[in-house]
């Protein structure tokens, strides 16, 4: 299984030993680490670029995206550091989502700029890897909440 995992963050633990693969993609270019982690084959990438600069309203989604699929990788695992409306929700929890709300409003939406194609949304995020990560949690004893809506907003 080849897994991409996306941080806002270096994670040495990916990086570290890793091998560092520049993509060119027809959006832009992307520095990926490769690594193996027991029987999966991780690529890792910092969504604000190599060296950690690129500020949140310009990465560059579609290229990670691509970098990602050329790598052929079966699932994308995005970590975030976020806050949340929900007060049983602490610092240090971990939020499964099912669901999300885009409000950015300058991001490139869509790969497909020169057809019309229709997404079902329905469902947006992997039930299989969802429960495997509810699992993990377990298994770590990690405090988890097994459902939550993510939001995105600009920055």
Same mark, same amino acid.
């Given at each position: 299984?080849?897994?991409?995992?996306?941080?806002?963050?270096?994670?040495?633990?990916?990086?570290? /030993?890793?091998?560092?693969?520049?993509? *060119?993609? @027809?959006? !832009?270019?992307?520095?990926?680490?490769?690594? #193996?982690?027991?029987?999966? *084959?991780?690529?890792?990438?910092?969504?604000?670029? %190599?060296? $950690?600069?690129? @500020? @949140?309203?310009?990465?560059?989604?579609?290229?990670?995206?691509? $970098? &990602? #699929?050329?790598?052929?990788?079966?699932?994308?695992?995005?970590?975030?550091?976020?806050?949340?409306? /929900?007060?049983?929700?602490?610092? !240090?929890?971990?939020?499964?989502?099912?669901?999300?709300?885009?409000?950015? %409003?300058?991001?490139?939406?869509?790969?497909?700029? /020169?057809?019309?194609?229709?997404?079902?949304?329905?469902?947006? &995020?992997?039930?299989?890897?969802?429960?495997?990560?509810?699992? $993990?949690?377990?298994?770590?004893?990690? #405090?988890?909440? *097994? #459902?939550?809506?993510?939001? $995105?907003?600009?920055?």
């Amino acid at each position: 299984m080849r897994v991409g995992v996306i941080s806002g963050h270096t994670i040495g633990s990916f990086t570290d /030993n890793a091998q560092e693969i520049d993509v *060119e993609t @027809p959006y !832009g270019s992307v520095t990926l680490w490769y690594s #193996k982690k027991n029987s999966r *084959e991780v690529f890792f990438v910092n969504r604000h670029g %190599k060296n $950690a600069d690129d @500020p @949140p309203h310009m990465i560059n989604y579609r290229a990670i995206i691509h $970098a &990602l #699929k050329v790598g052929g990788v079966d699932s994308v695992l995005s970590i975030g550091t976020v806050g949340s409306l /929900n007060p049983s929700i602490k610092a !240090g929890d971990f939020v499964i989502p099912h669901d999300f709300i885009d409000f950015t %409003k300058s991001r490139n939406y869509t790969f497909y700029d /020169n057809k019309r194609v229709h997404v079902d949304m329905s469902n947006p &995020l992997c039930p299989s890897l969802r429960r495997s990560m509810v699992t $993990a949690c377990r298994e770590l004893s990690q #405090k988890c909440h *097994e #459902k939550g809506i993510y939001l $995105a907003t600009e920055g």
